[in-house]
């Protein structure tokens, strides 16, 4: 439920915020993306292209969410990760923050070989990246998944979400009939390959894991 102490900005509030951060008009205002209730924005300025993320203000939410992905991308950036955004300002309060503009298409709209090896890839190197000394410093997402109860609890949150989505009744056949079967397969396959390797299911790993 969103907090109505803290209603979401209007997009004519967000652009003044975030001329404010960047000191400089913007000429172009435009949302490309609401996943999540979360809104993404692509500015464009004299001194060129920014995003601009608007983060859904919740009830009861404590989460840094701001802070966790700046200190995510700074430290990728520290280790030589051109690849992803670079913070250019925030503002905790209203709940925005800038970052500079990464031109190309998403992923998903591509099922070109490169696109997963390049995913593959970059999973690789946060794998690498993790065991530098200052990734330890670095606090854990708003949904971290460290112990394999938790894995359980976001996909079956996520299930029950789509559940009850109205009007989709292929969707739901395909979760009730198919998925939900397979799914509990594996889940007790898991949940014996953790027994059989000593790992307790409800316990947080360590990172080295």
Known sequence: MTDESQKPLSDDELRHRAENLLGAQISSFVMIS???NNRLF???TPFGNYALKAYAKTLGDRRDRIGVEQSALVFLQSHGVKNVPFPCGF???AGIALFSWLAGN???E???NED?????SFIAKLKKLSAFQDAASLPDASEACLSPEEIERQILNRFAELLRIEGEAELNAFLREEFQPAYSARIALAQAGCKADGICWTTMLPRSR
């Open 110 to 112: 591509s099922s070109a």
């Open 116 to 120: 997963i090896d390049d995913i593959i």
């Open 91 to 93: 503002d905790k309060p």
């Open 106 to 108: 998403p992923a998903v």
């Open 42 to 44: 692509r500015l464009e």
């Open 34 to 36: 609401t996943k999540g």
